[in-house]
């Protein structure tokens, strides 16, 4: 019975876990917080609060202009879907090494008085989940502290290569 309370901070993070794994909904909206990748009108990522979407156009207000982005040049398009706290991180990072020096000292703590033989493993196990699991939920309470945005890749936005342009190539020997 002495297991059981080791398995409850473990099981708990799993619970946990499971419940947030729903996905949000995939459409792109008036005012949503957009990231856009399109190489075509701007190097590097614009990124934006989405103004308008007028037939195949997007507005995206950069800074302090707004930018005018063609569908068709959109190579991938991101949607702001609030943010997560990194809580999982956390317990992991936490129970990880955790359990590493539990399973240490529950090692030579079952063998500290045994013959030369002793495996050490049953105290190893014990060691590696009492320790182990509360590091991770120490580690949990420390990652739910941080928090990250969340990015949707979407496919609401057709998107299409440039067909019709020509692929070559430049071959230069030098002596």
């Given at each position: 019975?002495?297991?059981?309370?080791?398995?409850?901070?473990?099981?708990?993070?799993?619970a946990?876990?499971?419940?947030?794994?729903?996905?949000?909904?995939?459409?792109?909206?008036?005012?949503d917080?957009?990231?856009?990748?399109?190489?075509?009108?701007?190097?590097g990522?614009?990124?934006?609060?989405?103004l308008?979407?007028?037939?195949?156009?997007?507005?995206?207000?950069?800074?302090?202009?707004?930018?005018?982005?063609?569908?068709?040049?959109?190579?991938?398009?991101?949607?702001?879907?609030?943010?997560?706290?990194?809580?999982?991180?956390?317990?992991?990072?936490?129970?990880?090494p955790?359990?590493?020096?539990?399973?240490?000292?529950?090692?030579?703590?079952?063998?500290?008085?045994?013959?030369?033989?002793?495996?050490?493993?049953?105290g190893?196990?014990?060691?590696?989940?009492?320790?182990?699991?509360?590091?991770?939920?120490?580690?949990?309470?420390?990652?739910?502290l941080?928090?990250?945005?969340?990015?949707?890749?979407?496919?609401?936005?057709r998107?299409?290569?440039?067909?019709?342009?020509?692929?070559?190539?430049?071959?230069?020997v030098?002596?």
């Open positions: 019975m002495w297991r059981a309370p080791a398995l409850v901070p473990v099981l708990a993070l799993a946990a876990a499971a419940l947030e794994a729903g996905d949000p909904p995939s459409a792109v909206d008036v005012g917080r957009v990231r856009i990748k399109a190489p075509a009108v701007q190097q990522r614009i990124s934006g609060r989405l308008e979407r007028a037939g195949d156009t997007f507005v995206i207000e950069h800074g302090t202009r707004p930018v005018r982005v063609p569908v068709s040049a959109i190579e991938s398009l991101e949607v702001h879907r609030g943010r997560r706290s990194r809580w999982k991180e956390g317990g992991l990072i936490g129970f990880v955790g359990a590493v020096l539990g399973g240490l000292v529950g090692a030579y703590a079952a063998c500290d008085d045994q013959p030369r033989d002793c495996s050490g493993a049953g190893a196990t014990v060691g590696a989940l009492l320790v182990g699991g509360t590091t991770a939920v120490l580690g949990a309470g420390m990652g739910a941080f928090k990250v945005d969340r990015w949707q890749r979407t496919t609401t936005v998107l299409n290569p440039t067909v019709g342009q020509a692929v070559g190539l430049t071959v230069v030098r002596f």
